[in-house]
């Protein structure tokens, strides 16, 4: 099914995915409260990520560095 392929894919861990983007776990976990990122669970109920998850991270941290850099420029 459509939603076993979405887990196969979602391979990477919560702590590899905070590691990788430079951001805490629980910052991962407020993202996907605002629906920024989506997380599968596997059978243990573990957070899993698809890859395409490092490259929104980026994107999100650059969105709110440019805010912030802005911010201080007023």
Same mark, same amino acid.
């Given at each position: 099914s459509a939603e076993q392929k979405k887990l196969i894919d979602a391979t990477l861990t +919560? #702590?590899? +995915? *905070? !590691? &990788?983007? #430079? +951001? !805490? +776990?629980?910052? $991962?976990?407020?993202y996907e409260t605002k629906h920024l990122i989506k997380s599968w669970r596997?059978? #243990?109920n573990q957070r899993r990520y698809k890859p395409d998850v490092l490259r929104r991270v980026a994107v999100i941290k &650059? $969105? $709110?560095y440019t805010?912030? *850099?802005?911010d201080d420029m007023q």
């Open positions: +919560v #702590g590899y +995915v *905070a !590691k &990788r983007s #430079g +951001v !805490k +776990v629980s910052t $991962l976990h407020f596997n059978s #243990g &650059r $969105l $709110l805010s912030d *850099a802005a």
